[in-house]
T-cell receptor, first 111, second 117 residues
Framework: GENVEQHPSTLSVQEGDSAVIKCTYSDSASNYFPWYKQELGKGPQLIIDIRSNVGEKKDQRIAVTLNKTAKHFSLHITETQPEDSAVYFCAAKAAGNKLTFGGGTRVLVKP | GAVVSQHPSWVICKSGTSVKIECRSLDFQATTMFWYRQFPKQSLMLMATSNEGSKATYEQGVEKDKFLINHASLTLSTLTVTSAHPEDSSFYIC?????????????FGPGTRLLVL
């Protein structure tokens, strides 16, 4: 089955700096890659996603890149703000509709 | 749009009792809903896939007789933890896949925290 690795597990950045989280996946058939933000005690919220026919997608301060050949994708957050502090999960979807999640990255934005 | 609710948000029960958790898609229909379990500081682990009108598909290692799933309508799926034990204490989260549009995006509920004493 699919296996998703996510790095780093924790990330501390100064407010205004950029944050980058990287994920690799194992199943070359995976074709959909969402990113979720989870705040303490809450369910995950979709922040951005990308499909395998696209190399990059941007939404204001958030961008995601995908390298299908290398089987890795990354989340970029620019101009970080304290409210960006949360746990971020990457995921990959192969056959069917099941998502496989990475281990999560705890991001702390220091004011 | 695409709001998913869960009820209750938290529950405390005695060992040996059963607990039912509801997952509702409030503004869309969902033929497929998913149930996840999350332990503290860990990732989401898929427990089962629930399809409206049919039996749920359980992931390897998940006891179907312990975690009963019913998806009776296009907007409601329930997870019943039967004969709960302290090791079942966890954060249970559902997600729903909208029927319309053929999309792939799963929308998650706010989660239900279960504590079994």
């Amino acid at each position: 089955g699919e296996n998703v690795e996510q790095h780093p597990s924790t990330l501390s950045v100064q407010e205004g700096d950029s944050a980058v989280i990287k994920c690799t996946y194992s199943d070359s058939a995976s074709n959909y890659f969402p990113w979720y933000k989870q705040e303490l005690g809450k369910g995950p919220q979709l922040i951005i996603d990308i499909r395998s026919n696209v190399g990059e997608k941007k939404d204001q301060r958030i961008a995601v890149t995908l390298n299908k050949t290398a089987k890795h994708f990354s989340l970029h957050i620019t101009e970080t703000q304290p409210e960006d502090s949360a746990v971020y999960f990457c995921a990959a979807k192969a056959a069917g509709n099941k998502l496989t999640f990475g281990g999560g990255t705890r991001v702390l934005v220091k004011p | 749009g695409a709001v998913v609710s869960q009820h209750p948000s938290w529950v405390i029960c005695k060992s040996g009792t059963s607990v039912k958790i509801e997952c509702r898609s409030l503004d869309f229909q969902a033929t497929t809903m998913f149930w996840y379990r999350q332990f503290p500081k860990q990732s989401l682990m898929l427990m089962a896939t629930s399809n409206e009108g049919s039996k749920a598909t359980y992931e390897q290692g998940v006891e179907k007789d312990k975690f009963l799933i019913n998806h009776a309508s296009l907007t409601l799926s329930t997870l019943t933890v039967t004969s709960a034990h302290p090791e079942d204490s966890s954060f249970y989260i559902c997600s729903a896949l909208p029927l319309a549009g053929g999309g792939e995006t799963q929308y998650f509920g706010p989660g239900t925290r279960l504590l079994v004493l």
